[in-house]
């Protein structure tokens, strides 16, 4: 594997990381752990906790999903393996 390759998939690799944390926070911390804690505070009428359990989740992760093709998509340009 040539240098350029190596930083390639370090790059995709660091960005795979960064949304996976943040989905793990998001879907298991936020819904689970940190759901007594949240509910203290209401939103829309609703617990926080129960919030993102419900559909907070769904929202930051389709989010992830279109940070995730334009993130991509900048690599892929950076390493000049992009599709045009």
């Keep these: 594997m040539d240098n350029n390759s190596a930083a390639y998939w370090k790059a995709t690799l660091g960005l795979l990381t960064k949304i996976l944390v943040i989905w793990f926070v998001v879907s298991f911390g936020a819904g689970i752990l940190l759901a007594p804690a949240l509910n203290s505070i209401s939103l829309g009428g609703y617990p926080l906790g129960f919030w993102f359990a419900q ?6 992760f389709i989010a992830l999903i279109f940070y995730y093709a334009k993130a991509m998509g ?5 390493f000049d ?4």
């Design 55 to 60: 559909q907070g989740s769904i929202y930051v």
């Design 74 to 78: 900048d690599i892929d340009r950076k």
């Design 81 to 84: 393996v992009h599709e045009d």
